[in-house]
């Protein structure tokens, strides 16, 4: 007999930042950038498709300032350099700051 299994299953992870544990729904995927040579550039990756180890973290800049303050980033990719996390922390402000939409009502 085959299982029917629900493609949209929702995983508990760990958010590298706080420790909360939470739904990967509510958490944003962080990948070392692929096309990176030194290896050391991290990347968003909200979409969950890029390839390689992943770290877990909530979508805030004060939770990606606490990861970079415990060293979190290190740890989670077994790394012992400093990352750059700058395009994550483009990534968290442009979210932040939401879409710009100009609505015009009409009379």
């Known amino acids: 007999m ?3 299994r629900d493609p949209r299953v929702i995983r508990i992870r760990t958010c590298i930042a706080t420790r909360e544990r939470k739904p990967d729904t509510e958490l944003l995927r962080i990948v070392l950038d692929p096309e990176d040579e030194k290896r050391r550039r991290l990347v968003a990756d909200p979409s969950r498709r890029l390839p ?3 770290a877990w973290i909530t979508p805030s800049v004060i939770a990606l300032e ?16 400093a990352v750059d ?6 990534y968290l402000a442009a979210t932040a700051a939401g879409p710009d939409i100009v609505r015009k009502t009409e009379h």
Request: proline share 0%.
């Open 2 to 4: 085959t299982e029917n």
């Open 66 to 81: 606490l990861a970079e303050q415990r060293r979190a980033f290190g740890r989670a990719f077994r790394m012992s350099t």
């Open 85 to 90: 996390t700058g395009h994550v922390s483009a």
């Open 52 to 54: 390689g180890r992943g």
